[in-house]
């Protein structure tokens, strides 16, 4: 099971960070993935990293102020927010690819799921 967790409520321009801790399972063999999905828009690609850390994908709307990192003897995932901006509005879920060597933007790659934590951002 992974376990996201570290959402709340922030004003654009602070910043969060998120965790996704694993039970039951060891994450180092997998790439982990953070998406996020709003109401007004379909689940989304926001980072992935490799089971090593060496190969790191970000989309295009958070690069630069986002960071993905993962230590895996805590069996454990992170996603640092800074700059926060009222788009980044969502659930955010993060996610394990069996394939670990890669960094998939595809939701469909990845075979299991933690349940959501809610980033509100205002103004």
């Known amino acids: 099971q992974l376990q996201a967790s570290g959402g709340g409520s922030v004003q654009a321009g602070g910043s969060l960070r998120l965790s996704c801790a694993a039970s039951?399972?060891?994450?180092?063999?997998?790439?982990m993935g953070w998406f996020r999905q709003s109401p007004v828009k379909a689940r989304e690609f926001v980072a992935a990293i490799s089971r090593s850390g060496s190969i790191i994908s970000y989309a295009d709307s958070v690069k630069g102020r986002f960071t993905i990192s993962r230590d895996n003897d805590k069996n454990t995932v992170y996603l640092q927010m800074t700059s926060l901006k009222l788009e980044d509005t969502a659930v955010y879920y993060c996610a394990a690819d069996l394939r670990g060597w890669r960094t998939s933007r595809a939701p469909n790659d990845y075979e299991y799921w933690g349940q959501g934590t809610l980033v509100t951002v205002s103004s």
């Open positions: 039951g399972r060891t994450l180092s063999s997998n790439a």
